[in-house]
């Protein structure tokens, strides 16, 4: 069965004082599917990462619904939850890599919950850095790494466990043209590999873009289809 996330009227409204509140998101109605890359394009503040981070169960909506494969998973709460988040890759906007460990180290992290053999989170995680090109870093503190290295980090770290779902918010913000190609590429094996994967970024470089790619622009609280 193909993998599928569904927003059903998810809002986010934020309390801003004086008794008053943002809406945020408002009433998002969208469907991604495995297969492509799905991307989010829109304005700073739009609520980009405030919507992948409700897709990867990090945060809750003020109200609707992600639907996951017929299931809905935003109300879960406790262990339902965890199992939830186990299966999404999340590369965040900030690497929140752990900067005292090694490369290595940060990329076995999400594999060690899991309760696979040590041997085989090394093994798993050596193949990640050699996807994205740090295999050679692997026993370098993650303190030591350029911006644009701690981004593939995270990126490794994301796929790491070849999870069903990644969410992606501005992968490519600390990288050269030809490493954002290759990122790019990596991610659409994936989502070719029948995964969700959902990139969130400022802006779209045609150059780079996959040609199946969705793209969706948020502004003001809606989520809108781009023309292609």
Sequence with gaps: MSSAIACRDICVVFPTGNKKERSILDKINVNFQAGKINFITGPVGAGKTTL???????????????????????????????????????????DHLLHDLTVLENIMLPLIPLGYPLSTCRRQSMEALKKVGLLHHAGSLAKSLSGGERQKTTIARAIVNQPNFIFADEPFAHLDAESSRQMMDLLHHHACQNAVVIVAAHGLNQDTLPENALCYRLQNGVLNPLSS
């Design 52 to 94: 992948l981070n409700i897709l990867a169960g990090l945060t809750r909506p003020t109200s609707g619904e992600v639907i996951i494969n017929d299931e809905r998973v935003s109300r879960w709460t406790g262990p339902h939850r965890e199992r939830w988040r186990r299966q999404a890759g999340i590369v965040f906007q900030h």
